[in-house]
């Protein structure tokens, strides 16, 4: 089973800029489509952004035009680029294949302070 190791989270104020990482081993990271999820305190994991193996993007409304996901399949890595922190962006942020078939890694914190 392949479970994926998010990093890049942190503490900034609103309007910062973060860029998460997320590592996952085996051949077969470039067939998959992949995807960012967050999970604020009390609410349930949501979709924010995914990238299909043909580089194909979507964004939650939430934060088009502010999140860029981008993978290196070579490197067997996605990214999630945040500018224009908000405070409503604090999560905990996982990513996953879409749909998801992977375990569920630890996340990186992310918190936006107002």
């Known amino acids: 089973q392949v479970q994926p190791v998010e990093s890049g989270g942190g503490l900034v104020q609103t309007g910062g800029s973060l860029r998460l990482s997320c590592a996952a081993s085996?051949?077969?990271?470039?067939?998959?489509?992949m995807a960012w999820y967050r999970q604020a305190p009390g609410k349930q994991r949501v979709l924010v952004a995914s990238i299909t193996s043909g580089y194909r993007t979507n964004y939650a409304d939430s934060v088009k035009g502010r999140f860029t996901i981008s993978r290196d399949n070579a490197k067997n890595t996605v990214y999630l680029q945040m500018n224009s922190l908000k405070p409503e962006d604090t999560a905990v942020y996982y990513c996953?294949?879409?749909?998801?078939?992977?375990?569920w890694g630890q996340g990186t914190q992310v918190t936006v302070s107002s």
């Open positions: 085996g051949r077969i990271f470039s067939i998959n489509d």
């Open positions: 996953q294949t879409l749909p998801a078939v992977w375990l």
